[in-house]
Every structure is written in C-alpha cells, then in structure tokens.
C-alpha cells in the first residue's frame, strides 16, 4: 500500500507538501495537480484513522446555532456543510434555542468529541463568559461577536443595516416609528442601536421593545404596542421570526400594512414575498456567511497563531409593498 512518503517522491515534492494537499493547505495549482496525479497513479488512500490519533482530533466540527428553525440559521447551515463535505470534512450540528445552558453542554460535548473546531452563534451570556483558549479548539462566531472575545467571527454590519431601513422609511413619509428587537444577542442590540441613531439624526423618539427570540413574544408584544393611545405608524423588527409574530399580531388587531402600520424588517425569508405586496426586509447574504466563516476555520487550522479577525458583511435593502409611501 502507497504511503505520503512514496507520494512525494513520485511528484518530487516533499513529504510535508503532499499533506498540505491532502488538508487543502496552501499550495500553487501546479503542485497540486502534480500531487494529485501521484496519488491517481499510486492509488494512495490517506489512512484517516491513523491521523486522528496523531492528531487527538477528528475531521469534524462543530455548528451550533441558536435556531435551526429560523430560516436563516438552516441557509447558513446549509451553506457551512456544503462547505466542510468539500473539504472532507463532516458536521455536527447542534440547535440550543438561545439556552447558555444548552450553549455550556454542547461546547462540552464538542470537546468529548475532540472536534476540528466549531462555529457558533452564541447568546450574549455565553459571549460574556466565553474563554476560547480553555476550549481546546478554534471558534469562528457567525451572526453575533464581541470586541472582548479574541475569536474570528463573520457578521453583518448590523447597525448600517438597521439605520437604512429607518432612512428608508423616512423617505417614505413615515415619522412615528417604533422598533421590536430581540432581547438575548448582540444582534438585536446591533441592530438596535442603528435604529436609535437614525431615528436621533431625524430628531425623532425611538420607541422600543426588547422581546424573547419567538414568535408568539413578538406578537405579544406588537399587540401591547398597537393598543396603545399613539400607535406606531411603522415597525422595524430586528430579525425574521420576530417578523411573523409582528404579521400576526396586525391580522389579530384587524390592521393592514401600510394603510395602518407599515412593516420593515430583517431576512429575506420566501414567506416574506408572498403576503400582499411583500414585506421590506433586509436581505442577509446568508450562503456568503457559512462560507466565510468555513473559510476562517481552515485558515485558522492552517495557521493558529494568527491575529482574530472580524468579516463583516453588508445586506441589501428590498423595499416592498409594506412600505409603501405614507397617505
């Protein structure tokens, strides 16, 4: 049977080369080809199991979101795995319903595992409280990050995001606009804080809820806003689930957007195109993120000394029918 030894001197490299193409390292296409063709000839099978125990660490890692049932997550998700299975590598995937106690088991349970890594969306909490050092494995964060944590993390620019659907509405002759945010990320906080500063820069209040990831709090709380003797003549909702228990809660109180309230928010869900005209959203370039935040794992195994690093990624205004100017 071939070995990594027989490799190398076939395509005339070394030994330490053959394996950078074996983990998809950093080589020129042309050694590539020619390493790849050695093994074709060869029929070199690498002997996985050997290297797991060298390594003390399998060819798996870690996703672990805080919703696989937000339409989001699952996008990001997909695109992660696509990623990993192309790099041979396998997932497992762990949903913690934004729980820093089911955070705390499956970070243990990562490190029984002796995973490759992990990529995490965590709650606030566990942020504060998060030692990657003590870990055992490299972190990439998604959707959420802090400046005190020393992981690399992909993101969106949050408060650009938010601030654009405020001046959006605004040019659409809105004023009294309030917002709904969740109450458990740095996300919802992000977000809530371009919100405040468009509105201030407009020299107008900014009236916010801050609400449980779900939907039935969402509803809960648009409902208490629209009994309210000045209702809000127009909703920012940080995030797509907190969308539909906005929906719901203006069907409950026989309202219609935008002749009553109108609607803008976050993820372009495909629910979110089919009701009246559509609703704004912001749309999150969701297979960029899994991606990227794929890339960075392997950059970092690749290089482990390396500074953490922040992406941070832009969204894209779609403005719909829920908008539509004031009368």
Same mark, same amino acid.
């Given at each position: +049977?071939?070995?990594?030894?027989?490799?190398?001197?076939?395509?005339?490299?070394?030994?330490?080369?053959?394996?950078?193409?074996?983990?998809?390292?950093?080589?020129? *296409?042309?050694?590539?080809?020619?390493?790849?063709?050695?093994?074709?000839?060869?029929? /070199?099978?690498?002997?996985?199991?050997?290297?797991?125990?060298?390594?003390?660490?399998?060819?798996?890692?870690?996703?672990?979101?805080? *919703?696989?049932?937000?339409?989001?997550?699952?996008?990001?998700?997909?695109?992660?795995?696509?990623?990993?299975?192309?790099?041979?590598?396998?997932?497992?995937?762990?949903?913690? *319903?934004?729980?820093? *106690?089911?955070?705390?088991? /499956?970070?243990?349970?990562?490190?029984?595992?002796?995973?490759?890594?992990?990529?995490?969306?965590?709650?606030?909490?566990?942020?504060?409280?998060?030692?990657?050092?003590?870990?055992?494995?490299?972190?990439?964060?998604?959707?959420?990050?802090?400046?005190?944590?020393? !992981?690399?993390?992909?993101?969106?620019?949050?408060?650009?995001?938010?601030?654009?659907?405020?001046?959006?509405?605004?040019?659409?002759? /809105?004023?009294?606009?309030?917002?709904?945010?969740?109450?458990?990320?740095? !996300?919802?906080?992000?977000?809530?804080?371009?919100?405040?500063?468009?509105?201030?820069?407009?020299?107008?209040?900014?009236?916010?809820?801050?609400?449980?990831?779900?939907?039935?709090?969402?509803?809960?709380?648009?409902?208490? +806003?629209?009994?309210?003797?000045?209702?809000?003549?127009? #909703?920012?909702?940080?995030?797509?689930?907190?969308?539909?228990?906005?929906?719901?809660?203006?069907?409950?109180?026989?309202?219609?957007?935008?002749?009553?309230?109108?609607?803008? =928010?976050?993820?372009?869900?495909?629910?979110?195109?089919?009701?009246?005209?559509?609703? !704004?959203?912001?749309?999150?370039?969701? =297979?960029?993120?899994?991606?990227?935040?794929?890339?960075? #794992? #392997?950059?970092? #195994?690749?290089?482990?000394?390396?500074?953490?690093?922040?992406?941070?990624?832009?969204?894209?205004?779609?403005?719909?029918?829920?908008?539509?100017?004031?009368?």
């Amino acid at each position: +049977m071939a070995k990594i030894k027989d490799v190398a001197e076939a395509a005339g490299v070394s030994a330490s080369t053959v394996s950078r193409v074996l983990c998809n390292g950093p080589v020129s *296409d042309k050694v590539r080809k020619r390493v790849e063709e050695a093994m074709r000839q060869l029929d /070199y099978r690498p002997n996985l199991a050997a290297r797991r125990l060298r390594s003390q660490h399998t060819d798996t890692i870690g996703l672990i979101v805080s *919703d696989i049932r937000n339409p989001f997550f699952t996008a990001v998700s997909r695109a992660v795995e696509d990623e990993a299975y192309r790099n041979g590598m396998r997932v497992i995937l762990c949903n913690t *319903d934004e729980n820093p *106690d089911k955070e705390a088991m /499956y970070l243990r349970l990562m490190q029984e595992e002796r995973v490759t890594g992990v990529i995490f969306a965590p709650t606030r909490q566990t942020v504060a409280n998060l030692d990657p050092a003590a870990l055992g494995f490299p972190v990439v964060m998604i959707d959420r990050a802090s400046r005190d944590v020393t !992981t690399d993390a992909v993101v969106l620019d949050n408060r650009r995001a938010a601030a654009a659907l405020v001046e959006h509405l605004l040019a659409q002759g /809105y004023r009294d606009i309030a917002g709904v945010f969740g109450n458990t990320s740095s !996300t919802g906080m992000e977000r809530h804080a371009g919100f405040a500063e468009a509105m201030q820069q407009a020299g107008l209040p900014a009236p916010a809820q801050f609400v449980a990831p779900s939907v039935e709090a969402a509803e809960q709380a648009v409902l208490a +806003m629209l009994a309210a003797e000045q209702r809000p003549r127009a #909703l920012v909702v940080s995030n797509g689930v907190l969308m539909l228990g906005a929906v719901r809660a203006l069907k409950s109180a026989g309202l219609h957007w935008p002749q009553d309230v109108a609607l803008a =928010g976050f993820d372009n869900d495909v629910w979110t195109e089919l009701l009246g005209d559509g609703l !704004t959203v912001i749309e999150q370039p969701v =297979g960029d993120i899994g991606r990227a935040a794929m890339a960075m #794992l #392997l950059e970092r #195994l690749d290089d482990a000394g390396r500074s953490p690093r922040i992406v941070v990624l832009q969204g894209k205004l779609l403005a719909r029918g829920s908008s539509a100017p004031a009368a």
